[in-house]
């Protein structure tokens, strides 16, 4: 029986996402649903992806009887709410990275979850679902992410949770927590540019790990970097090209290997967006192994990447009415 999904959010990212799920096999997976704040808009992406029901709450997706699993697609200042009333209707729930707004949401969500007995899970990088060559004992590990973000209301404004961490340095910082195996990091030193608004623009983040290993991100809104990261250790090193949360390929001691992705049946709106096609096959292996939380990406991690992220933005200054709620 295919694994039936609610689209929650009508936006970009829920048309990637869809895109995506046309590349795997229809037996597999099915959306039956998709939820927006408008009837009107959620009328009309049901009628370009070919999904059945269109609903103009969240709560109405919530109640439906004939979903598996909720898609958080919408903006993360709105995770904590949606994700609670799906969890809290006996829903499982795939949410999309930043998990949520701070650490006590997060904990928040993983509780329902529990609570209710369900499965949840954080979107994961694509390159964790890759396979990846030993480099042997790993020594230092950096990324860089950025691209021009500052006319894109979403990602500079306070009140819609926007700034260069949670924007694309979630990625980055993500990305870290899977090449050194979830550890937390020994220590954290991160500085930052805020624009007038309160959010960061640029922040690098300098992470020590146990036995003298390190990390490095840098990531900004305002400028283009490379997009890449590189992974070095006492054996040779693994390039991940750009885009690094999305790699198609690899350079592994300075040889290329390819990923690549099936071609999209409509345009993206993110590059090799096809590749959420993994983490909705890893939801669907998990619930017909009759899991509550993937082994490949834990909620235990997602604790500790929102953990990390809250402490890279109090040492900046940035702060989110949510963090006094």
Same mark, same amino acid.
């Given at each position: 029986?295919?694994?039936?999904?609610?689209?929650?959010?009508?936006?970009?990212?829920?048309?990637?996402?869809?895109?995506?799920?046309?590349?795997?096999?229809?037996?597999?997976?099915?959306?039956?649903?998709?939820?927006?704040?408008?009837?009107?808009?959620?009328?009309?992406?049901?009628?370009?992806?070919?999904?059945?029901?269109?609903?103009?709450?969240?709560?109405?997706?919530?109640?439906?009887?004939?979903?598996?699993?909720?898609?958080?697609?919408?903006?993360?200042?709105?995770?904590?709410?949606?994700?609670?009333?799906?969890?809290?209707?006996?829903?499982?729930?795939?949410?999309?990275?930043?998990?949520?707004?701070?650490?006590?949401?997060?904990?928040?969500?993983?509780?329902?979850?529990?609570?209710?007995?369900?499965?949840?899970?954080?979107?994961?990088?694509?390159?964790?679902?890759?396979?990846?060559?030993?480099?042997?004992?790993?020594?230092?590990?950096?990324?860089?992410?950025?691209?021009?973000?500052?006319?894109?209301?979403?990602?500079? /404004?306070?009140?819609?949770?926007? !700034?260069? =961490?949670?924007?694309? +340095? $979630?990625?980055?910082?993500?990305?870290?927590? %899977?090449? *050194?195996?979830?550890?937390?990091? /020994?220590?954290?030193?991160?500085? !930052?540019? =805020?624009?007038?608004? +309160? $959010?960061?623009?640029?922040?690098?983040?300098? %992470?020590? *790990?146990?036995?003298?290993?390190?990390?490095?991100?840098?990531?900004?809104?305002?400028?283009?970097?490379?997009?890449?990261?590189?992974?070095?250790?006492?054996?040779g090193t693994i390039k991940v090209l750009s885009p690094m949360h999305c790699p198609t390929?690899?350079?592994?001691?300075?040889?290329?290997?390819?990923?690549?992705?099936?071609?999209?049946?409509?345009?993206?709106?993110?590059?090799?967006?096809?590749?959420?096609?993994?983490?909705?096959?890893?939801?669907?292996?998990?619930?017909?192994?009759?899991?509550?939380?993937?082994?490949?990406?834990?909620?235990?991690?997602?604790?500790?990447?929102?953990?990390?992220?809250?402490?890279?933005?109090?040492?900046?200054?940035?702060?989110?009415?949510?963090?006094?709620?």
């Amino acid at each position: 029986m295919a694994t039936r999904w609610g689209l929650c959010g009508a936006g970009k990212i829920s048309h990637d996402f869809s895109v995506a799920m046309k590349t795997l096999p229809h037996g597999d997976h099915k959306i039956v649903a998709v939820a927006t704040r408008s009837l009107e808009c959620a009328n009309a992406f049901a009628k370009k992806h070919s999904i059945p029901k269109a609903y103009g709450s969240y709560e109405e997706l919530a109640s439906d009887p004939e979903i598996d699993i909720v898609y958080l697609g919408i903006l993360h200042t709105k995770h904590r709410r949606a994700g609670l009333m799906a969890l809290q209707a006996g829903k499982n729930v795939l949410c999309e990275k930043p998990f949520a707004m701070n650490v006590r949401q997060v904990e928040d969500l993983v509780a329902a979850s529990r609570l209710s007995n369900v499965f949840l899970m954080e979107v994961m990088s694509v390159f964790r679902l890759l396979a990846a060559d030993a480099v042997g004992d790993i020594k230092l590990a950096t990324a860089y992410s950025g691209s021009p973000q500052l006319h894109i209301p979403r990602s500079v /404004e306070k009140e819609l949770g926007g !700034g260069a =961490l949670m924007d694309i +340095g $979630v990625c980055a910082l993500q990305f870290m927590l %899977m090449v *050194f195996n979830g550890e937390r990091p /020994e220590s954290i030193h991160t500085t !930052g540019v =805020l624009l007038t608004s +309160g $959010v960061d623009e640029s922040m690098v983040v300098v %992470m020590k *790990f146990s036995a003298s290993r390190m990390a490095v991100c840098y990531f900004s809104i305002a400028v283009p970097l490379t997009n890449d990261a590189t992974i070095t250790g006492s054996k040779g090193t693994i390039k991940v090209l750009s885009p690094m949360h999305c790699p198609t390929t690899l350079e592994v001691h300075g040889e290329a290997k390819q990923y690549p992705l099936p071609d999209p049946s409509l345009p993206l709106n993110f590059t090799n967006s096809t590749g959420l096609r993994y983490e909705a096959e890893e939801v669907r292996q998990c619930l017909l192994k009759g899991l509550k939380e993937s082994p490949t990406m834990p909620l235990s991690e997602s604790v500790l990447l929102t953990e990390l992220m809250d402490e890279c933005r109090k040492q900046v200054g940035v702060l989110f009415d949510e963090d006094s709620q």
